[in-house]
């Protein structure tokens, strides 16, 4: 099974900027198979479901953002570390929520939460007015 952990979410202020980590286990992920997955950032605000903020295939061929984000957020990975990262600029109180790192096998960029086989446990971001 694969393992994700994600760190960087903290309280903010409004205009802040913060990076999201998300690494993969090495025990169940290795570089190889990880080099071969998609992974994607999601957000859940509370008393909605998981949106999907940003996501990235294996080489980096393709990248997809939500319009809520898109040119001010920046999606990237390292396979030799195992981790994908989320810069986020310009934080908006709408943008406070949980936010989660997925991963597929699948080598394509998936939209929706269901499409994802693995999941982190995910770490709060809480944008101040």
């Known amino acids: 099974q694969v393992q994700l952990v994600e760190s960087g979410g903290r309280l903010v202020q409004a205009g802040d900027s913060l990076r999201l980590s998300c690494v993969a286990s090495?025990?169940?992920?290795?570089?190889?198979?990880?080099?071969?997955?998609?992974m994607g950032w999601f957000c859940q605000a509370p008393g909605k479901g998981r949106v999907l903020v940003a996501s990235?295939?294996?080489?980096?061929?393709?990248?997809w953002y939500a319009s809520s984000v898109k040119g001010r957020s920046t999606i990237s990975r390292d396979n030799a570390k195992n981790t994908v990262y989320l810069k986020m600029n310009s934080l908006k109180p709408e943008d406070t929520a949980v936010y989660y790192c997925?991963?597929?096998?699948?080598?394509?960029?998936?939209?929706?939460?269901?499409?994802?086989?693995?999941w982190g446990q995910g770490t709060q971001v809480t944008v101040s007015s």
């Open positions: 997925a991963a597929d096998p699948q080598n394509r960029i998936l939209l929706h939460d269901y499409d994802y086989d693995y």
């Open positions: 090495e025990r169940t992920f290795s570089t190889l198979t990880f080099s071969y997955d998609v």
């Open positions: 990235i295939t294996r080489s980096v061929s393709e990248i």
